[in-house]
């Protein structure tokens, strides 16, 4: 594994087998009454978010925590551009405190990248702007994986048929989900009305093997996991979509479409949700909902993240 | 991870202990244990990954043997409680498994190949005790070869074996290397500072 | 002030025939074939095997002073340029405060002056602060001191048709031009930095589609035709820009156009990484646009080649890609770039190199009708001794702090570049020899560099 997670292109599936199965231990661990492991006793973790992101942010805490680092947030609303200061000096500011590692979270595309340039410490990227969130997308595949398995033993996701549908434009979500699920072998369909696909899908989705579709209904059909992306309303004002009525007829899980994919598929969202809109309340709620098991992977997944990045040699 | 390559004439070295020399004393440890716990109530055996579990498993049913009952047997990884993190790659851990019942109140005995420093036992314990609160911990391991760096003993040990800090002690076993055999070498990394090379 | 007699010995006229050439009183005295005698007090340059091209003239530089002399100053600005080859620089208007006034043109052109290391012409804003808005005062800019004759909202696009439409009839009254940055806004907004594309898509930035450059100079050049009067496109930097100039050039249309070095050699995977080195607009683009607009400029339906020299302090480029700012450093390498792309690769030669960047550059600024103070004349007795010396067969590693620009934004450091800028020559006087700049007299306060 590299030094820094930045990117899903970052792992390979032998890096990505090693992080579930030490995310499966993790797992375990949570069900227990004293849920502190020692591994990273001593170590400094700085939640770095310029962007607010409640959900996250407390994933990382308890994940750090339960390692037993020393986990301290930081929250820097808006970009530092506008306060007058450039991003490197804030970051070096920081991260000259004695860091190990800064996860951070960012509005602006490739910010974690080029804070990893800047600095001596492990950077985790916890989503920059529209790009990618890698951790999020090992934690849906990880979910998905224990899914597919048997009693808490990991399943695989060779040649199952996973359909993405919702704003892919403006989703890092859906930028990661595609590089790590396709390399695990999944069968990816992403689905979205032409304005809210981003440019160049068509070559992109070519050469990294997966497949577009505007036709929810046709693709719903085929589908072994679902997972609806977030949709936000403020789009509407850019001419994304005409009304939010349209959108849900057109690409919403509604009630029909809960009907059509039958009780067994798996339904994951990566939160928040705009129930409703993107999703109905009966698809949120249902059975075959990972929506909550997304949430205890997230924990489970960055312990694993924390640990392999932090806990070896060559760590500051 | 299962050494499956590994030749079937094992690793290089003088044999201090073979295959029967190996069944031989696991029979007598499992006596003891039973001896020392006045029978099989409330017995749990926890192997140390990797080859603490498969002896464990062994003990296991040379109890079910003399006993004619199943006591429970888990694995307990100390990965994460290892103190010399830092000095090597993050490996990955491997599972534990607590045995149904968990260890509340119980006697668990902890069995693992090779005792050197002290220092995985002390991990041991230290991850028994975020597991549960055990009645009693015992210790049982294959081979002591002495050099200990922590105020810890076992109570069941298969054989004492003297050894220069510079030699490496290779335990084999079926289970995982495909056969049974302890060995004694001259190690080339003679400042390793880890009990048992090959984990 | 006289001036020391130079001899240029034995240099390639624009590549081709081998001659002497004797700079007197700022003027070329004589061209000669044969040895030309010179004064015993003359300064010889011996040239052999360098070619001699008419001064370079920039089109589109950006200063910075006043409002940001911590990235570049008119002085540091006119150092690069010499070292560059360029004798004459057009300053844009999007300073702080905006050169928007007879007033605030004449003060570049008087801290060009005292400078004195090239001539530095200010643009004018077309409107006031570039807004887009109300004409600024496109008059009274043209009749100061300053002579203005190019207007730019240069970094702001003209977006508004009308405001466009009366900036083109109005400058027709003092032959001004109007330089439009095309970009139509709703289409590519402040914060679009990528070339529209798969790599957009897969690094999330904000898409810069080709169509919003495309659809305003398709715009200007109806306009240009409506109101029969002259535009300039800025930084043309895609093939369908190509293709409407192509299409208005052969209506006989009035437009001109510009293309930077960068867009003749970088493209959109440098962005891969999301260095802000790379962040310039309009931005870099695909490998298809790019051999377009070398097409284009091989056969003249571009006129030149012009920087977009663009300094920023570090600082502003040390934020993340979207907040960083816009732009590359240009002066110092765009000859090289140039010989590189073009003349290597046997497209031009340097007679069409001195087209592109000298000749029709001080045409369309207006600067090659000023008598003793014209630029982009030829090389001929009584023409003006505004001259570089360049050193065709050179291979030259770029070092962004081998520079005398206050900034390093550079986006070819570390990269090979043909050919090398040995000499140049302000009205006769060396600014830069053996490819070193050279302390002007007087007006010089301390180094250059």
């Not at chain 3, 792309?341 to 960047?357: E, I, T």
Request: glycine letters at 10%.
């Amino acid at each position: 594994m590299n030094k820094h997670l930045l990117s899903s292109e970052d792992l390979t599936a032998d890096d990505i087998a090693t992080l579930f199965a030490t995310a499966a231990e993790m797992h375990d661990v949570q069900r227990r009454e004293v849920k502190k492991l020692p591994a990273l006793r001593g170590r400094t973790i700085i939640n770095l978010f310029f962007e607010d992101s409640t959900r996250t942010r407390s994933s990382f805490e308890i994940a750090g925590k339960w390692l037993s680092a020393d986990t301290i947030n930081i929250t820097g609303k808006g970009s530092s551009a506008s306060k007058g200061e450039s991003l490197r000096d804030t970051v070096l500011t920081i991260a000259s405190m004695g860091v190990d590692a800064v996860v951070m979270r960012h509005g602006a595309s490739g910010a974690a990248q080029q804070v990893s340039q800047w600095v001596d410490a492990a950077v985790v990227n916890a989503g920059d702007g529209t790009h990618e969130h890698p951790t999020q997308a090992l934690l849906d595949a990880y979910a998905l994986s224990r899914h597919f398995g048997d009693g808490g033993r990991l399943g695989s996701l060779e040649g199952r048929h996973v359909v993405l549908v919702g704003d892919l434009t403006h989703s890092r979500v859906f930028r990661s989900n595609v590089i790590t699920l396709t390399r695990l072998g999944a069968q990816v369909t992403v689905v979205a009305p032409p304005t809210l696909m981003p440019a160049g899908i068509a070559s992109w989705s070519s050469s990294a093997g997966f497949a577009t579709s505007y036709d929810l209904d046709e693709v719903l059909p085929k589908a072994d996991a679902v997972m609806m992306l977030r949709v936000q309303k403020e789009r509407m004002s850019g001419g994304f979509f005409p009304t939010s009525r349209e959108y849900t007829v057109g690409y919403g899980l509604t009630r029909d479409r809960l009907r059509v994919l039958g009780p067994e598929v798996p339904i994951c969202h990566p939160g928040p949700m705009n129930r409703g809109l993107e999703i109905a309340a009966d698809a949120a709620d249902a059975a075959q909902s990972l929506i909550l098991e997304q949430v205890s992977a997230g924990v489970a997944v960055r312990m694993s993240v924390l640990y392999h990045l932090l806990a070896g040699e060559g760590t500051a | 991870m299962p050494a499956t390559t590994e030749p079937a004439v094992g690793p290089p070295g003088r044999t201090v202990l073979d295959a029967r020399d190996i069944a031989r004393a696991l029979t007598r440890i499992s006596h003891e244990i039973l001896e020392r716990n006045k029978g099989h109530e409330g017995l749990v055996l926890l192997g140390v990954p990797t080859r603490g579990v498969g002896l464990a498993q062994r003990i296991a049913a040379r109890i079910a043997e003399t006993e004619g009952v199943t006591i429970p047997v888990g694995a307990l990884d100390i990965t994460l409680y290892r103190d010399d993190l830092r000095r090597h790659p993050a490996r990955a851990p491997q599972p534990t498994a607590i045995p149904a019942g968990g260890i509340d109140q119980k006697t668990v005995v902890l069995v693992d190949d090779v005792l050197y420093s002290g220092r995985t036992v002390r991990a041991a314990l230290d991850a028994l005790a975020d597991i549960g609160r055990p009645a009693v911990v015992r210790l049982a391991v294959l081979v002591d070869r002495g050099h200990r760096e922590l105020p810890i003993r076992a109570d069941h040990v298969g054989k004492n074996l003297p050894s220069a800090r510079s030699e490496r002690v290779m335990v084999r076993l079926e289970e995982t290397d495909g056969l049974d055999v302890v060995r004694i070498a001259d190690s080339p990394d003679a400042a390793r500072p880890t009990e048992e090379v090959a984990r | 002030m006289t001036h020391q007699p130079v001899i240029v010995r034995g240099a390639s006229l624009l590549g081709e025939q081998t001659a002497d050439v004797l700079l007197v009183d700022g003027v070329v005295a004589e061209v000669g074939t044969a040895r030309v005698d010179a004064p015993s007090d003359a300064r010889v340059v011996e040239a052999d095997g360098l070619v001699l091209l008419p001064g370079l003239v920039d089109l589109h530089t950006h200063l910075r002073e006043p409002g940001r002399e911590d990235a570049e100053t008119v002085r540091t600005g006119s150092a690069a340029a010499a070292r560059g080859g360029y004798t004459a620089v057009l300053a844009m208007a999007n300073t702080s405060p905006v050169t928007d006034t007879a007033e605030a043109a004449e003060r570049v052109h008087a801290l060009g002056r005292a400078a004195g290391i090239v001539d530095v012409q200010p643009v004018g804003a077309v409107t006031k602060g570039l807004r887009g808005e109300e004409l600024a005062e496109l008059g009274l800019m043209a009749r100061s001191r300053a002579g203005v004759r190019v207007f730019s909202d240069d970094g702001k696009c003209v977006a508004d048709a009308r405001v466009m439409r009366r900036a083109l009839e109005y400058v027709k009254a003092f032959g001004g031009v109007v330089s439009q940055h095309a970009q139509e806004p709703t289409l590519a907004g402040a914060t679009a930095c990528c070339h529209e594309g798969e790599l957009s898509g897969r690094l999330g930035l904000p898409g810069w589609p080709g169509v919003a450059e495309e659809v305003i100079v398709a715009r200007d050049v109806m306009l240009a035709r409506h109101t029969g009067s002259r535009v300039h496109v800025a930084h043309a930097s895609t093939a369908g820009t190509v293709e409407v100039l192509r299409w208005a050039k052969s209506l006989g249309i009035q437009v001109t156009a510009e293309v930077t070095p960068h867009h003749l050699l970088l493209t959109t995977d440098l962005l891969g990484g999301y260095d802000p080195t790379f962040k310039v607009n309009p931005p870099l683009r695909p490998a298809e646009d790019v051999e377009a607009l070398r097409d284009a400029l091989a056969d003249g339906t571009i006129d030149a080649v012009a920087t977009d020299h663009a300094p920023h302090a570090r600082h502003d480029k040390e934020h993340a890609f979207v907040d960083a700012a816009f732009g590359m450093l240009g002066l110092e390498t765009a000859l090289g770039v140039v010989a590189s792309v073009m003349v290597s690769s046997g497209r031009m030669g340097w007679g069409d190199v001195a087209r592109v960047m000298s000749t029709r550059p001080a045409e369309i600024a207006g600067l090659a009708g000023r008598g003793d103070q014209g630029h982009g004349r030829p090389v001929a007795v009584g023409e003006p001794a505004n001259l570089t010396l360049v050193d065709p067969a050179a291979s030259v590693v770029v070092d962004r702090d081998d520079s005398a620009s206050l900034s390093r934004n550079n986006p070819w450091h570390g990269r090979t570049l043909t050919a090398a800028v040995r000499a140049t020559f302000l009205r006769g006087t060396p600014t830069v020899l053996d490819g070193q700049l050279v302390e002007i007299g007087a007006t010089t306060e301390g180094s250059l560099t």
